[in-house]
């Protein structure tokens, strides 16, 4: 009697190899798709222009285009009164204010550069998802 097993044992047994063999069959074809490297070296596009907004620099600063003031100004709406500290002192000497550092030269913007270090560093904050404390 023992070479008889009944029919319920061997579907249960044949459903289990099944369902083994279709999660292997699944899994063995799946890669983990990677996105390719972005290049770095590559300058990002300010109206049709690739100059990131920064026209020109010169002995006092940085020529920027209206869309870089604007987004400058954008950056100080968030980061502008910041409280993070560095060494024990704070980020920046005071609250930043709209348009600090910035001045009009024709149709364009002049930035001097403490205010484009400025930009640069919450610029990096934004890009790295930092939320102002």
Partial sequence: MTA???PRIRWSAVALTMALLLTIACFAGCQTQVPPPVNAGEVAFDGGVQNAGIVAFNDTGAIITPAKRNYYNSLIA??????WTKGGLPI???PLKRDTGISPSGENYHIDFASLSKLTLMHQWFKAGRTPQ
């Fill in 4 to 6: 008889f097993t009944p």
């Fill in 78 to 83: 968030i980061y502008g009164d910041a409280k």
């Fill in 92 to 94: 920046f000497a005071e």
